[in-house]
């Protein structure tokens, strides 16, 4: 069935460091690709996104690629800040349907 | 525009007790998912309504876990009796028809069964 596989965490970073979380997936066909993010205490939220090969997702100085050829969707920051701190989930999904999730990867940034 | 509402946002009980939760969804919203967290892994699909009917059930225990969302607006469930394992984040979710790529996530229910 499909699945996806994070970069096992926790990720510490120094303040403006470069950020990548790697993700991997494995579905039929061609799938959605999500990346989430749960902020402290808040409920996990969409933080970009991207429906087909080559396509980029880009959102609040983060993106990622759909690489086909790799199956992957990693997630990328040139310079994070302390607010990036949070969880982050990749997820996939097959022609609309349910959201399969990573296992999440826990980001702190320290000033 | 109000988000997704859950109420407990924390519960401890007893295994074999019973517990619920409540969701409600954003306004409009004609999908609604229930997901459980348990720490350290990813949100899995436990049951997706579409209005009042039940689209996905496949992953709920449905021995001892059930939902209901009787007139298409908020949903509850319940888990009767609780098990030690059941100790997760229980997540609310709602999409608009149509969009069940983009889901708009409530705060969560964190269950701690002693």
């Known amino acids: 069935g499909d699945s996806v596989t994070q970069m096992e965490g926790p990720v510490t970073l120094s303040e403006e460091a470069f950020l990548t979380i790697n993700c991997t997936y494995t579905a039929t066909g061609y799938p959605s690709l999500f990346w989430y993010v749960q902020y402290p205490g808040e409920g996990l939220q969409l933080l970009l996104k991207?429906?087909?090969?080559?396509d980029k997702g880009s959102n609040k100085g983060f993106e990622a690629t759909y690489r086909k050829e790799t199956t992957s969707f990693h997630l990328e920051k040139g310079s994070v800040q302390v607010s990036d701190s949070a969880v982050y989930f990749c997820a996939n999904s097959w022609g609309a349907q349910k959201l399969v999730f990573g296992q999440g990867t826990r980001l702190t940034i320290n000033p | 525009e109000a988000g997704v509402a859950q109420s407990p946002r924390y519960k401890i009980i007893e295994k074999r007790q019973s517990v619920a939760f409540w969701c409600n969804p954003i306004?409009?919203?004609?999908?609604l998912y229930w997901y459980q967290q348990i720490l350290g892994q990813g949100p899995k699909l436990l049951i997706q309504f579409q209005n009042n009917g039940v689209v996905d059930d496949s992953q709920l225990p449905k021995d001892r876990f059930s939902a209901e969302r009787l007139k298409g607006v908020d949903s509850t469930l319940k888990i009767q009796p609780a098990k030690l394992e059941d100790s997760a984040v229980y997540l609310c979710a709602s999409s608009l028809p149509g969009a069940q790529e983009t889901q708009y996530f409530g705060p969560g229910t964190r269950l701690l069964v002693l």
């Open positions: 991207a429906t087909k090969a080559d």
């Open positions: 306004s409009g919203h004609a999908t």
